[in-house]
Each structure stands twice: as structure tokens, then as C-alpha cells.
């Protein structure tokens, strides 16, 4: 039988090797083929707009905000809607076609440039073609994916900043441009390397645009303890990644007798000054993403996803669950706004003001804030525990949680790391281990969260800053080790990143991605030192020497 779809983007992908059936995610063959049309059409937008830019032409900033939400929607776990596929396609094919009638040379265009199309069945009829498995050759295949999903990534903090009124032009146009070259069949493999190299020296000035964004927007985080409890006032649940989706929620529940809690990687909005004053910003409810099913269930209340993270919810709460930006479920009211200082949450708020509390399924709080402008603050004291021996060796640990039973592994190490180590995390991968009793270094947590997976900008700031502490050429020279859990593409912008930035060893899991053909990983072990992991006992041993 002929598959149905190809989809190897996540680290869930059916036996390590791609889904062909039906997405592991919950995305059906028919949204995974718009999926891809949506990212063939986007290449041939940034084809265009990499033309007009060489014929010194401007490339509105409304474009650019396309290319990106384009990409941010087909992050995996983002949107299920395929209406909102057919629309985003029809929309980048028609203002393509408007760019197109801009272009004084229209030679050699590929095809995806002048593609276009009449009807829903052409563009079902294209999308049977142009995915993934349209490139033959593997080696080509696993790095042309490889950038792509680091752009996804990248598409993802862009848009965060952008609806920060923040945005990079270098940024954008190095991101078309790509998408443009991943079109060109006569790139080798040593050039798609370098392009892999540099969509990761790209990726920090994304997150380091980002990191500005926020900072500069809400204040630097700082130490916070975090409520995990619950309030007995009817609540809304923010999930996803957005804090100015988080901001205008606030404003608008003021006085409502509503309070608004954190769901995972929400979670380190509290650790942010601005968003201290907020009385109703009452705590974190639950844990990583691929638990929501119980957790929304027993929450009670209405839940807005504001990025990617949706779990395809179960009938009894799909009337509670709100989606807004580039996230989308059938059946689930959508919160349109795109100007992000114009939506309106009355409807979710209304509704909340029906329901229960929500119901307590744990008590205490979590410890985060450790950012960079943060750690440097402790840099004296960190020095002196590194100096004394006190700390012996850093473990950067972050990343993503999931579903598989495998990822006990990431619990069962921080628990087994010596009592002289400590956890540098970002991300949901916080959750296999941020609620554990490992006490602390003379006064120093052994679990420092920094934020959000984009976060992990401030860990390499981190290492940087030890690096240049020690007067250490290398900063493989530092008593730190990288052992990262991944599971979608956000993660892969952050590992090209950190190659970026020299850094070697890096060992992921629970599984190596799957995009990568055994030539490509080669290459990645032997240049870069790119690991697996086994189990615990054995893992700390090469680890700790």
C-alpha cells in the first residue's frame, strides 16, 4: 500500500524513521501533504522576494511577517486545521503573484516561483508531490531538511519578537534567501554544511534579537519562587509560548475576579518584573505539554494555546480550548488579532467566569529566574564554588519533554548526578526533574532554569561569559557537559546554535533525529563529536571522566 505521507520532523516519528500513515502528533495525510504545499509554496514566495532584493527592490515588512507565520504554523504540534492551510497557501500564492509582476528579470525562475493554482484540487493534486521525499538523493534530503527545520525553529522566535515590535531585516533576508536555495538541485553536500553552519550563527541573532525583545519589554527575570497550587477563583490557563499574548490576557482579566495561570513552557513568564504586578498571575498549573489531556481536564476552566504544544483535545474539554496566532484546531474557537495589540478575549474570559476553580493536583513551588543578566549577578559566587571545588561540572540539560517512557531517562540522571554538579536547563525538559529535592550548592540551586526553550541563548551566554572568567581559549575547555533532550524544531535552531558557537559533544536523545541520513550524522560525530545516550550508569562515566 502506498504511504499516505511522509513526516520525519519530531523526535516522536513512527520507529525513529518518519510517519506514513498518520502523524504521531495527531496530524492526518491530508494536513501533512498541506503542511508541505505550505512550505513549497513559501520557498517559491522567498525565491521571488530574493529576486526583487538582488534587483535592489524593497520587500515590505508584511511579507516577511508571511514567510515567518508560514513556517511558525507548520511546527510540529502547532495548528491541525487544514481550512487554515488552503487559506495560508492561496494567500502566499497570491501575493507571490503579485511580487512576481515587480520582477524585471523573470528568467530561470523554478518551478515553486511560478507555481500557482485554480482550485483545492490542484493544490491537493500538487501537494502529493512536493514533499519531503521529492528529493531523491538522502544526503541532500537529510541536510536540506536539517536547515529547514532550523528555520522553522528560528520562524518561531522571529515571531515572538515581532509581536514585540521587534524584527531583524538581516534576519528575514537570510531566511528567504535559504528557503530559496533549498530549491537549487545544484548545491553539493560541502555547501549545504556551510549553509547548515550559518543558519545556526543566524539562529543567535534570532534568540539574541529575542532575548533583547523580552528584556526589554518586561525586565530582566529574576530569582522567583512559583506557585503550583491553585486559587478558589474560576481560572484561565495560558499554554504555549507568547508572553504578549500573556500580557493583553492580564490587562483584560484586571478585576475580573479571574485569575490566569501558567501551563509549561509558560511557566518563566513569572519570572519576569513586569509581570510581577499582576495580583490575579497566580502560578503555574501542571507540567510539560504532552500531559494536558488530564491537566486541562482537571484545570476546569478555559485554556488559550499560544503557540504550538496542542495535544489533540478530548471532547470533554474542546469547548474550553482557545487557539490564537499560527496555532489552529478544528472545532476550537480561533482568537484572531493580527496587529497583537488587538485581540479580544472577552469570549474566553466570559466563559470562565461560568466554570469551577481549578482543581488542585499538586502543592508548594519551583525555584527559576536564573537567566543570564541573573547567573552574571552570581558570577562571583559561582566562580568561587567552581574555584573551591564545590562545583565540580555543569550539565546543560535542556530542551524538550514528551510522551515516550524513554525520556525517564532525563529524571534518572538528574537524580544520579553528584551532589558537586549542577543543571543549566531551558525549555520543558525542566519538567523531568524541576520538582525533584536536589538541594543546593552553598546557596546555589542545582537545577538553574533560565526560560523558555529560546532561552538557551542565555546557557551559551553562560558558558561564554565562565569561558572568558577562566581565560579559557576553548570553551570545550569549561567543566561543562551538554546531554539535551529534543523533540521539534525549536530545538534544532538551538543545536545549530550551539555548533555555531564551537561548542563540541553535544549528546542528544532520546534519540538521534531521524532527518539525519547515516552520511550526514557521520559527519556531524566527526566534526562536531555528536552523540547518542545509552543509560545512566554509562552515560555518567563518559560524562564524568
Not at 383 to 397: H, L, N, P, R, S
Not at 470 to 480: S, V
Not at 484 to 506: D, F, H, M, R, T
Request: aromatic share 8%.
Amino acid at each position: 500500500m502506498k504511504d499516505k505521507m511522509f513526516c520525519f520532523q519530531c523526535q516522536e516519528t513512527a520507529g525513529c524513521t518518519g510517519c506514513t500513515k498518520f502523524g504521531v502528533c495527531g496530524k492526518s495525510p491530508d494536513l501533512a501533504r498541506m503542511q508541505d504545499l505550505l512550505i513549497y509554496t513559501t520557498k517559491g514566495l522567498s525565491e521571488v522576494t530574493t529576486r526583487l532584493r538582488e534587483e535592489g527592490k524593497q520587500v515590505s515588512s508584511e511579507v516577511n511577517h508571511i514567510v515567518t507565520i508560514n513556517l511558525f504554523t507548520t511546527i510540529t504540534n502547532a495548528n491541525f486545521d487544514d481550512a487554515i492551510f488552503y487559506e495560508r497557501v492561496k494567500e502566499t500564492l497570491n501575493i507571490k503573484e503579485q511580487l512576481l509582476s515587480l520582477l524585471d528579470n523573470k528568467s530561470n525562475l523554478s518551478e515553486a516561483a511560478l507555481y500557482n493554482a485554480n482550485s483545492n484540487e490542484d493544490m491537493d493534486e500538487k501537494s502529493t508531490k512536493v514533499g519531503v521525499l521529492a528529493t531523491k538523493d538522502e544526503d541532500i534530503r537529510s541536510l536540506r531538511e536539517l536547515i529547514i527545520y532550523g528555520i522553522k525553529g528560528l520562524s518561531a522566535y522571529m515571531k515572538h519578537a515581532n509581536a514585540l515590535g521587534y524584527d531583524d531585516e538581516s534576519i528575514n533576508i537570510f531566511m528567504q534567501s535559504t528557503l530559496s536555495k533549498m530549491l537549487n538541485d545544484s548545491l553539493t553536500v560541502d555547501e549545504l554544511i556551510a549553509l547548515t553552519l550559518e543558519t545556526g550563527k543566524v539562529g543567535v541573532d534570532g534568540m539574541a534579537l529575542l532575548d533583547s525583545a523580552n528584556t526589554s519589554t518586561y525586565g530582566n527575570p529574576e530569582i522567583t519562587k512559583v506557585n503550583i497550587g491553585v486559587r478558589n477563583n474560576p481560572g484561565i490557563l495560558v499554554s504555549g509560548h507568547d508572553l504578549k499574548d500573556l500580557e493583553l490576557l492580564l490587562k483584560q482579566t484586571e478585576g475580573t475576579g479571574i485569575d490566569v495561570y501558567t501551563h509549561s513552557e509558560m511557566l518563566p513568564a513569572h519570572y519576569y518584573p513586569a509581570f510581577k504586578k499582576y495580583s490575579h498571575f497566580a502560578g503555574n498549573y501542571g507540567n510539560a505539554w504532552w500531559k494536558q489531556k488530564e491537566e486541562f481536564e482537571s484545570f476546569n476552566g478555559p485554556i488559550l494555546m499560544t503557540t504550538n504544544c496542542i495535544v489533540p483535545p478530548k471532547d470533554s474539554y474542546k469547548d474550553r480550548l482557545y487557539t490564537t496566532g499560527a496555532t489552529g484546531f478544528v472545532g476550537c474557537t480561533h482568537i484572531k488579532g493580527e496587529s497583537e495589540d488587538n485581540k479580544d478575549f472577552s469570549a474566553i474570559i466570559e466563559q470562565a467566569k461560568k466554570c469551577q476553580p481549578p482543581i488542585e493536583i499538586e502543592t508548594g513551588e519551583i525555584i527559576g529566574g536564573f537567566a543570564h543578566n541573573q547567573v552574571f549577578a552570581l558570577a562571583d559566587q559561582v566562580v568561587e564554588a567552581v574555584k573551591t571545588g564545590a562545583i565540580k561540572k555543569f550539565f546543560v540539560m535542556a530542551g524538550c519533554d514528551g510522551r515516550a517512557k524513554s525520556r525517564n531517562y532525563y529524571t534518572d540522571f538528574a537524580k544520579a548526578l553528584p551532589n558537586d554538579t549542577v543543571i543549566l536547563t531551558a525549555g520543558c525538559a525542566k519538567y523531568k526533574y524541576n520538582k525533584l529535592n536536589l538541594g543546593d550548592i552553598n546557596g546555589i540551586p542545582r537545577v538553574l532554569d533560565a526560560g523558555q526553550c529560546n532561552d538557551s541563548y542565555s546557557l551559551a551566554l553562560i558558558a561564554l561569559k565562565l569561558k572568558e572568567v577562566f581565560e579559557l581559549q576553548d570553551i570545550n575547555e569549561l567543566p561543562i557537559a551538554f546531554n539535551i533532550a529534543w523533540y521539534e524544531q525549536k530545538a534544532v535552531i538551538v543545536l545549530l546554535s550551539l555548533l555555531y558557537l564551537g561548542v563540541k559533544n553535544i549528546h542528544l536523545g532520546p534519540t538521534l533525529p531521524a532527518f539525519l541520513s547515516p552520511n550526514v550524522a557521520k559527519v556531524l560525530v566527526e566534526n562536531f563529536g555528536i552523540g547518542g545516550i545509552t543509560n545512566v550508569e554509562d552515560d555518567l562515566k563518559m560524562f564524568l571522566g
